[in-house]
């Protein structure tokens, strides 16, 4: 038997809810929609969350609201998943990398500084795997320069920075809803945002360039970027499962952590002060990572890469579509090099953690 490194928690809850909504026949966003974005308005404590397409396009979203696009700069980190740097160079702006920090996997904040200019127009701090950067650092060289916070909490629903969401503490932020995130619409996406104005040029950007749907005149060049009830009926039962599925993930974490910990080489993502990470995926660091990964694959242990660095992707090579690709960024590449994200599923039941663990002791006790 294989067992996963990530699946969502889907059961006959979410079925049995979509046919009630099925019978409704009014499938694009509507009430069942609100009902989503309201969750996130009353829990995260947010003037607005607008539910979209996929978070790319949420990213791509926030930076038109801005009137981010030729010739301005957003600084991003150099591990994150394409989708940061892409949304921006669909926004028709250039991101520019910034080497990460070896712990937490965020914005090496002492290495910003020298990437701000006149042109930077954004700071897009990403929340790998639930852990964040010093937030009120950056949110004090945010203030310093006038460069607003855009937050990539895509992986972060429910983890925290001085007890307050991420995803909050900028100008903008969002989640991801993909298949394989803490919770899933399948694909989807929710925008948090504080300023009405700034809501609404989403909200039209999202909606044909108009404020209201069934009106076709069109004041804005805008697109199709809209959510579905069906995704919202999901989402809304995923929001039921959601603590649940926090708490099943810290004990899965937590027993990684116990038992693994002793072996000298192997290291473990430490959180900045302040933040409560969620353990979206378990995640170890090894310099023997290749070796382990195929080892556990013989024994049916599916594991997974952190992203390839940015500056190291094919689609980026000798483009001048990225500023700054041809730098080095020496943690991002031993990032990728020895972390290894672990079996992390809901589902992972205790003999088949207990398995994994017991054949990566196996592997040491060998190599």
Same mark, same amino acid.
């Given at each position: 038997m294989k067992i996963p490194q990530i699946q969502p928690w889907i059961d006959n809850s979410e079925g049995e809810y979509l046919k009630k909504i099925l019978k409704k026949k009014y499938l694009t966003e509507n009430f069942e929609t609100r009902k989503f974005e309201k969750y996130f308005e009353k829990n995260y404590k947010i003037n607005y969350a607008l539910s979209i397409s996929n978070w790319t396009n949420g990213i791509f979203c926030c930076l038109k609201a801005l009137g981010i696009g030729k010739n301005d700069e957003v600084i991003i980190p150099n591990l994150t998943f394409v989708a940061t740097a892409n949304a921006i160079i669909l926004a028709g702006a250039k991101p520019v990398l910034c080497d990460i920090e070896n712990d937490n996997l965020s914005l090496d904040l002492n290495k910003i500084i020298k990437y701000i200019n006149k042109n930077t127009k954004a700071i897009i701090p990403v929340h790998l795997y639930g852990h964040c950067?010093?937030? %009120?650092? $950056?949110? /004090?060289? &945010?203030?310093?320069?006038?460069?607003?916070?855009?937050?990539?909490?895509?992986?972060?629903?429910?983890?925290?920075?001085?007890?307050?969401? $991420?995803?909050?503490?900028? $100008?903008?932020?969002?989640? &991801?809803?993909?298949?394989?995130? *803490?919770?899933?619409?399948?694909? =989807?996406?929710?925008?948090?945002? %504080? /300023?009405? /104005?700034?809501?609404?040029? @989403?909200?039209? *950007?999202?909606?044909? =360039?108009?404020?209201?749907? =069934?009106?076709?005149?069109?004041?804005? @060049? =805008?697109?199709?970027?809209?959510f579905t009830e069906l995704q919202a009926a999901i989402g809304n039962i995923q929001l039921k499962k959601l603590n649940k599925i926090i708490k099943k993930k810290s004990l899965i974490f937590n027993f990684y952590q116990k038992e693994l910990s002793l072996i000298n080489n192997i290291h473990f993502m430490q959180p900045v002060n302040g933040n409560r990470p969620v353990h979206w995926f378990s995640n170890i660091f090894t310099n023997k990572k290749k070796k382990l990964q195929k080892f556990l694959k013989k024994n049916n242990i599916e594991t997974r890469d952190s992203f390839l660095p940015l500056n190291e992707q094919p689609c980026y090579k000798d483009s001048k579509i990225i500023k700054n690709v041809s730098e080095k960024f020496p943690i991002s590449k031993n990032i990728y090099n020895t972390l290894l994200s672990l079996p992390s599923s809901y589902s992972l039941s205790y003999k088949q953690q207990k398995f994994v663990i017991n054949k990566i002791k196996e592997f040491y006790k060998k190599n």
């Open positions: 950067c010093d937030m %009120k650092k $950056l949110i /004090n060289i &945010s203030k310093k320069y006038k460069i607003p916070i855009i937050e990539d909490a895509a992986q972060a629903i429910s983890a925290t920075y001085n007890n307050k969401y $991420l995803g909050t503490l900028g $100008l903008m932020g969002g989640f &991801s809803f993909y298949g394989n995130k *803490l919770i899933t619409t399948g694909e =989807g996406g929710i925008i948090l945002v %504080k /300023n009405r /104005n700034l809501r609404n040029k @989403i909200y039209e *950007l999202k909606n044909h =360039g108009r404020l209201k749907k =069934g009106i076709f005149k069109h004041k804005e @060049i =805008g697109f199709n970027f809209m």
